[in-house]
């Protein structure tokens, strides 16, 4: 159902379930797949930013076993997002002061901290903002994803080493 609750993994409903196997109605849950846990490679034509946070994010989730080869276009739209951010950071930084023309052809600085920008209907809302505020709420979504967020981290399920799986019915 789109825009519903997102489905529930099957070790929660497990876990919320009737017995060993099933769910809260009595429904055998169906095992998921066993993927291979390696880190996918990274796209070569990464730019720069993207390609830092790239590596700085890759070990760690490789090292909880938390992601496969399938991962790398998502892991990929994440690192995208966060270029995307910085560039917009960079123009914010750059047009730090708005340069206005007035009709005589007086030109007046105003200190705009990287928000406003003129154009022919005068001082607006620069454009690098809006940017910016949209790559920044993609990036929370793809930082759910992946578990990078306190509350998503809280979210994840990862095996701690000396888990016996044939003592826990959870597993």
């Not at 946070?53 to 076993?65: I, K, M």
């Not at 997002?81 to 340069?99: E, G």
């Not at 009709?103 to 005068?122: H, M, P, T």
């Not at 929370?140 to 016996?164: C, I, M, Q």
């Amino acid at each position: 159902m789109p825009g519903g609750r997102p489905a529930k993994a099957p070790a929660l409903r497990l876990i919320e379930g009737r017995g060993h196997g099933t769910d809260s109605g009595g429904r055998k849950i169906a095992k998921t797949p066993q993927f291979k846990r390696l880190p996918p490679e990274a796209p070569e034509w990464l730019p720069d930013e993207a390609r830092a946070e790239w590596e700085r994010v890759v070990p760690e989730l490789a090292r909880l076993e938390l992601l496969k080869p399938v991962d790398r276009a998502s892991l990929t739209a994440y690192v995208l997002t966060w270029q995307r951010m910085v560039d917009a950071q960079k123009l914010a930084d750059k047009y730090h002061n708005v340069i206005q023309s007035t009709i005589d052809g007086d030109q007046s600085v105003q200190e705009g901290y990287g928000l406003l920008a003129a154009n022919s209907q005068g001082v607006v809302r620069a454009p690098w903002i809006a940017i910016m505020e949209a790559a920044s709420k993609e990036l929370r979504a793809w930082a759910g994803e992946f578990g990078f967020t306190p509350s998503a981290e809280n979210k994840l399920a990862v095996k701690e080493s000396g888990d016996d799986d044939e003592s826990d019915p959870f597993a």
